[in-house]
């Protein structure tokens, strides 16, 4: 595990830490957010709370995939994919040209069979 997931899963679950103290804490100032006022209005309070408790829960279901590595097949670096890549960020890619391009082609049978008298 790299050190920029460590951190993004740690900060999931000091917002799930968070929205949990805020769905059984007593505050009401979390509440006037606009999408828990909406909640809270149409239907209550605890619904309002419920919400807050469904947050919690779900950044902490995301910060447990980070912390185990569950990412779906076409990402994950040991795949046949992207095993033999070489790619660092901090390079940068030279575009070739059109003339570069057509010598590194393979060449086509149609081409070889124009070629040959």
Known sequence: MISEEQLVAGLAFLFALLALAISIGPWASPYRMRSMAAIASRLGKPAARLAWLLVAILAATCGTAIIYEIRPA?????????????FDPGTSVEPKTPVEFAVQ???????NHAAQP
């Open 74 to 86: 076409y990402v994950a670096p040991d795949s046949p994919v992207n095993s033999g890549s070489s």
């Open 105 to 111: 082609a393979p060449e086509t049978p149609a081409v």
